[in-house]
């Protein structure tokens, strides 16, 4: 069966940290980018990070540039989140994904092939 299953989410103080994994099971991510989504309580699901299928290449939303950092690591068929600095705002179930992107070098993150059901950040003192 392919999937995806996020982890790492939970309740953190604002101005806390996580680190969200996304893992693959059933299919290998080499070839693939990878994007993180997040969806809050009564909004629009929203593009957080996306990283090329080498890894050689990030992009990021505007609200969380400098706070955020997206990673890979092919060998243990994972992708990470790493969210400092974090705000009340950044309040969402977060979700991974997956592009098809072979052959290309910078990250495409606009037709998912994979999804991953969600794993909750709550950012709240």
């Known amino acids: 069966q392919l999937q995806l299953v996020e982890s790492g989410g939970g309740l953190v103080q604002p101005g806390g940290s996580l680190r969200l994994s996304c893992a693959a099971s059933?299919?290998?991510?080499?070839?693939?980018?990878i994007g993180w989504f997040r969806q809050a309580p009564g909004k629009e699901r929203e593009g957080v990070s996306c990283?090329?299928?080498?890894?050689?290449?990030?992009n990021y939303a505007d609200s969380v540039k400098g706070r955020f950092t997206i990673s890979r690591d092919n060998a243990k068929n994972t992708v990470y989140l790493q969210m400092n600095s974090l705000k009340p705002e950044d309040t969402a179930v977060y979700y991974c994904?997956?592009?098809?992107?072979?052959?290309?070098?910078?990250?495409?993150?606009?037709?998912?092939?994979?999804w991953g059901k969600g794993t909750l950040v709550t950012v709240s003192s």
């Open positions: 059933g299919f290998t991510l080499d070839y693939y980018s």
């Open positions: 994904a997956a592009d098809w992107s072979y052959g290309l070098g910078y990250p495409s993150c606009y037709g998912m092939d994979y």
């Open positions: 990283i090329s299928s080498s890894g050689g290449s990030t």
